[in-house]
C-alpha cells in the first residue's frame, strides 16, 4: 500500500483503528519491558543509583537521533516504510536484552543491557520522529483530544491488569524458583519482544497520506531552523525543555524511592502504580473534553500544578517512614498523580501536533521533541550522580516542584485558540467529575474500553472517525 494524496473516510478509518491497536500493543510491550520491572531488573543486576538514572536517560537522550532523522523523512518522504523498519528493529534488542544475562558473565550482562537499551531507544526514535509527522497528517486537528484520550484509556485499560499479573509472577517466581530472579525479567521482555512485533504489523495497516511536494530537500540546517523562527513555536519548545527538566529530575527514582527510603517490596510498588493508573484511566475522557472544548494549554495550566504538587507530598512521606500513615499518603499521592499524568501526557503531545505548521510538522515536531528529549534525559542522569553523594531523594522532589513551578510561568507565553483562564476549566473540571468519575462510570468506562478492545478484535467495521466525533 503506497501513499496517496487524499484518504477515503474508509481508509481513515481503517487506519485509526490500526493507531489504536498497536496503542495497545506498544502499552503491553511497556508495561512487561519498563517502569518497575526495567528498574527491578537492573537492580538485579547490581545496578548502582547512577545507573538507574543512566535507565531514565537513555530513551530521552536517543532522540538526538531525530535531528538527521528529520532529513532522512523529507529526502524519501516514506514515513509508513521507516517507522515499520525503524520499529521492529528497535523492538528486536528486547529479545536481545532477554537472553544476555544467559550467555554473558554476570559482570558483562548489566553493561551490554545498557548498551541494547540505547540501540533500542535509538531506533525507536527514529520511528517516532516518523511517526509524529505522519499522524500530524492523518488526524483531523479537532478531534486529537478525544481521539487520543480513547487510546490512553484503552492502552491503560490493558496495562492495569497486565502489571498486577506481572508483578504477581515476579513474587511467584522468586519464592517458587529462588536465586533464578533473572529469568523471570527474561520472561517479561521476551513477551514484550513478542507483542511489539504484533504491533509492527497493526502500523502496516495504517494508510499514509502523501506528504507535500516540494522542488528540493531543503538543507537540514535550514529544516531546523524553521521551528524557532517561529516566535509561538519557540515558546512552546522553551515550555516542554524547562517542563521535562523539572518532571524528570524526580520522577525516574520514585520507584527507587519507594523500594529503598520507604521499604516497600516491589509487589506493592506495582499496586500503588496501578492504582496511578486507574486513576489515570477514570480522567482521559475528561481531559480529553477539556482539551477539545477549550485548548491543551489551558488544561496544561490546571493538571501541571497537581502534578508538582505531588512532588512536595512525596517529600513529605520522609517524614512518616516506617509509620502506618505512609501507605494511605502514598495510596493518596498515586491517586492525584495519575489523574494529572492524564492530562499533562495527553496535550502535551496534541499541543505541538495542533501549533504545528501544516507540510512542516517533521521539524517543527522533531525539534519540541529534541530539546524536551535532552532536557529529560540530562535530569535523571545529574540526579543519579548527585544521589551518589547525598543518598536524599527527598531533596530532588521538592528542587523538581520549584523548577516546575517556573516552567508553568513559561506556558503562559505560549499561544493557543480557544485557551481560557484556569477557573474556567477547574469549573468545568468538577462538574465533569460529578457526573463522569463517579465508581459506577469508572466501571462503566472499563466495561466499554474493554467492549471495543474485543469488538476490534474481532474485525468489526464501525467507523472509528465517527465514534470520536
Same mark, same amino acid.
Given at each position: 500500500?503506497?501513499?496517496?494524496?487524499?484518504?477515503?473516510?474508509?481508509?481513515?478509518?481503517?487506519?485509526?483503528?490500526?493507531?489504536?491497536?498497536?496503542?495497545?500493543?506498544?502499552?503491553?510491550?511497556?508495561?512487561?519491558?519498563?517502569?518497575? =520491572?526495567?528498574? !527491578?531488573?537492573? %537492580?538485579? +543486576?547490581? &545496578?548502582?543509583? @547512577?545507573?538507574?538514572? *543512566?535507565?531514565?536517560?537513555?530513551?530521552?537522550?536517543?532522540?538526538?537521533?531525530?535531528?538527521?532523522?528529520?532529513?532522512?523523512?523529507?529526502?524519501?518522504?516514506?514515513?509508513?516504510?521507516?517507522?515499520?523498519?525503524?520499529?521492529?528493529?528497535?523492538?528486536?534488542?528486547?529479545?536481545?536484552?532477554?537472553?544476555?544475562?544467559?550467555?554473558?558473565? =554476570?559482570?558483562? !550482562?548489566?553493561? %551490554?543491557? +545498557?548498551? &541494547?537499551?540505547? @540501540?533500542?531507544?535509538? *531506533?525507536?526514535?527514529?520511528?517516532?520522529?516518523?511517526?509524529?509527522?505522519?499522524?500530524?497528517?492523518?488526524?483531523?486537528?479537532?478531534?486529537?483530544?478525544?481521539?487520543?484520550?480513547?487510546?490512553?484509556?484503552?492502552?491503560?485499560?490493558?496495562?492495569?491488569?497486565?502489571?498486577?499479573?506481572?508483578?504477581?509472577?515476579?513474587?511467584?517466581?522468586?519464592?517458587?524458583?529462588?536465586?533464578?530472579?533473572? +529469568?523471570?525479567?527474561?520472561? @517479561?521482555?521476551?513477551?514484550?519482544?513478542?507483542?511489539?512485533?504484533?504491533?509492527?504489523?497493526?502500523?502496516?495497516?495504517?494508510?499514509?497520506?502523501?506528504?507535500?511536494?516540494?522542488?528540493?530537500?531543503?538543507?537540514?540546517?535550514?529544516?531546523?531552523?524553521?521551528?524557532?523562527?517561529?516566535?509561538?513555536?519557540?515558546?512552546?519548545?522553551?515550555?516542554?525543555?524547562?517542563?521535562?527538566?523539572?518532571?524528570?529530575?524526580?520522577?525516574?527514582?520514585?520507584?527507587?524511592?519507594?523500594?529503598?527510603?520507604?521499604?516497600?517490596?516491589?509487589?506493592?510498588?506495582?499496586?500503588?502504580?496501578?492504582?496511578?493508573?486507574?486513576?489515570?484511566?477514570?480522567?482521559?475522557?475528561?481531559?480529553?473534553?477539556?482539551?477539545?472544548?477549550?485548548?491543551?494549554?489551558?488544561?496544561?495550566?490546571?493538571?501541571?500544578?497537581?502534578?508538582?504538587?505531588?512532588?512536595?507530598?512525596?517529600?513529605?512521606?520522609?517524614?512518616?517512614?516506617?509509620?502506618?500513615?505512609?501507605?494511605?499518603?502514598?495510596?493518596?499521592?498515586?491517586?492525584?498523580?495519575?489523574?494529572?499524568?492524564?492530562?499533562?501526557?495527553?496535550?502535551?503531545?496534541?499541543?505541538?501536533?495542533?501549533?504545528?505548521?501544516?507540510?512542516?510538522?517533521?521539524?517543527?515536531?522533531?525539534?519540541?521533541?529534541?530539546?524536551?528529549?535532552?532536557?529529560?534525559?540530562?535530569?535523571?542522569?545529574?540526579?543519579?550522580?548527585?544521589?551518589?553523594?547525598?543518598?536524599?531523594?527527598?531533596?530532588?522532589?521538592?528542587?523538581?516542584?520549584?523548577?516546575?513551578?517556573?516552567?508553568?510561568?513559561?506556558?503562559?507565553?505560549?499561544?493557543?485558540?480557544?485557551?481560557?483562564?484556569?477557573?474556567?476549566?477547574?469549573?468545568?473540571?468538577?462538574?465533569?467529575?460529578?457526573?463522569?468519575?463517579?465508581?459506577?462510570?469508572?466501571?462503566?468506562?472499563?466495561?466499554?474500553?474493554?467492549?471495543?478492545?474485543?469488538?476490534?478484535?474481532?474485525?468489526?467495521?464501525?467507523?472509528?472517525?465517527?465514534?470520536?466525533?
Amino acid at each position: 500500500m503506497g501513499c496517496t494524496q487524499t484518504l477515503t473516510e474508509k481508509e481513515v478509518n481503517r487506519g485509526l483503528r490500526n493507531v489504536i491497536r498497536d496503542g495497545l500493543a506498544t502499552s503491553v510491550m511497556s508495561t512487561l519491558t519498563g517502569s518497575v =520491572f526495567l528498574v !527491578a531488573f537492573a %537492580l538485579s +543486576l547490581g &545496578a548502582s543509583s @547512577l545507573v538507574i538514572g *543512566l535507565l531514565a536517560t537513555i530513551p530521552p537522550l536517543a532522540n538526538v537521533i531525530q535531528v538527521p532523522t528529520v532529513y532522512l523523512v523529507e529526502k524519501y518522504r516514506v514515513r509508513r516504510s521507516i517507522t515499520m523498519l525503524a520499529s521492529a528493529v528497535s523492538r528486536g534488542f528486547l529479545l536481545v536484552i532477554a537472553i544476555i544475562p544467559f550467555v554473558v558473565p =554476570f559482570h558483562l !550482562a548489566l553493561p %551490554l543491557v +545498557l548498551l &541494547a537499551l540505547v @540501540l533500542n531507544s535509538l *531506533l525507536a526514535s527514529v520511528g517516532g520522529c516518523s511517526w509524529n509527522s505522519w499522524m500530524h497528517d492523518l488526524l483531523p486537528t479537532h478531534v486529537l483530544g478525544k481521539f487520543f484520550s480513547k487510546r490512553m484509556l484503552l492502552s491503560t485499560a490493558i496495562s492495569i491488569p497486565l502489571a498486577l499479573i506481572a508483578g504477581y509472577f515476579i513474587s511467584w517466581w522468586r519464592i517458587a524458583f529462588p536465586g533464578m530472579e533473572m +529469568l523471570g525479567y527474561s520472561f @517479561l521482555f521476551l513477551g514484550g519482544f513478542i507483542v511489539g512485533l504484533i504491533g509492527v504489523f497493526f502500523i502496516s495497516g495504517i494508510p499514509e497520506p502523501r506528504m507535500p511536494a516540494t522542488e528540493s530537500v531543503p538543507r537540514l540546517r535550514d529544516l531546523l531552523k524553521k521551528p524557532f523562527e517561529d516566535r509561538n513555536f519557540k515558546n512552546l519548545i522553551v515550555f516542554m525543555t524547562s517542563w521535562s527538566f523539572a518532571v524528570n529530575l524526580a520522577l525516574p527514582f520514585l520507584t527507587v524511592y519507594m523500594l529503598t527510603t520507604l521499604g516497600l517490596d516491589t509487589s506493592s510498588v506495582v499496586l500503588f502504580s496501578v492504582i496511578g493508573q486507574i486513576s489515570s484511566l477514570a480522567f482521559f475522557r475528561v481531559w480529553g473534553k477539556l482539551s477539545d472544548r477549550y485548548s491543551n494549554k489551558s488544561v496544561l495550566r490546571v493538571a501541571g500544578p497537581i502534578m508538582i504538587g505531588c512532588f512536595l507530598i512525596w517529600a513529605a512521606t520522609v517524614l512518616f517512614q516506617s509509620t502506618p500513615i505512609v501507605v494511605p499518603m502514598v495510596v493518596i499521592v498515586h491517586v492525584l498523580m495519575g489523574m494529572a499524568t492524564a492530562g499533562v501526557n495527553l496535550v502535551s503531545g496534541n499541543i505541538g501536533l495542533k501549533l504545528a505548521p501544516e507540510g512542516q510538522a517533521t521539524s517543527y515536531l522533531a525539534s519540541a521533541s529534541l530539546f524536551s528529549s535532552l532536557a529529560a534525559g540530562t535530569a535523571p542522569l545529574l540526579g543519579g550522580i548527585i544521589a551518589q553523594y547525598m543518598h536524599s531523594w527527598e531533596y530532588f522532589f521538592v528542587v523538581a516542584f520549584m523548577l516546575g513551578f517556573f516552567s508553568l510561568h513559561r506556558l503562559t507565553l505560549v499561544k493557543e485558540d480557544g485557551d481560557v483562564r484556569e477557573i474556567v476549566v477547574v469549573k468545568e473540571l468538577f462538574s465533569e467529575m460529578k457526573g463522569g468519575v463517579s465508581p459506577s462510570n469508572l466501571r462503566k468506562g472499563v466495561h466499554d474500553a474493554t467492549a471495543s478492545i474485543l469488538e476490534r478484535a474481532k474485525g468489526n467495521h464501525d467507523a472509528v472517525l465517527l465514534e470520536v466525533k
